[in-house]
């Protein structure tokens, strides 16, 4: 069983940057795909970013410019640092990791676990 801790959200300036942390405990996190989602209010959640091993990341159009996700493995985290916040970043932003995925980017429902989301608020 993993479990998975977001943190690092808060309130920001438009233009801003902000770095959200995808802590997990438990299985053997190196191996799984992590990526991070958000939900807007009354939205849907949409994908951001998916990254596997070292450096197989994909992201969405909306963002892939203007952040980057990456891993600590030793420390069993997964970063996503996003630039230049926009008013329309505002969202609760959830991490999820896969064992494994019928396709990639991995669609929403290959993933096993799901933290329970960090809020962004970026006020122009």
């Not at 300036?13 to 191996?31: E, I, K, M, Y």
């Not at 970013?49 to 952040?67: E, H, P």
Request: hydrophobic content about 35%.
């Amino acid at each position: 069983q993993v479990r998975l801790v977001e943190s690092g959200g808060g309130l920001v300036q438009a233009g801003d940057s902000v770095r959200l942390s995808c802590a997990a405990s438990g299985g053997t996190f190196s191996t799984y795909a992590v990526g991070w989602f958000r939900q807007h209010p009354g939205k849907e959640r949409e994908f951001v970013a998916v990254i596997w091993g070292a450096d197989g990341t994909y992201y969405a159009k909306s963002i892939w410019d203007r952040s980057a996700i990456s891993r600590d493995n030793a420390k069993n985290t997964v970063f996503l640092q996003m630039n230049d916040l926009r008013a329309e970043d505002t969202a609760v932003y959830y991490c999820a990791a896969a064992r494994t995925w019928s396709s990639w980017p991995p669609p929403p429902a290959n993933y096993e676990y799901w933290g329970q989301g960090t809020q962004v608020t970026v006020s122009s």
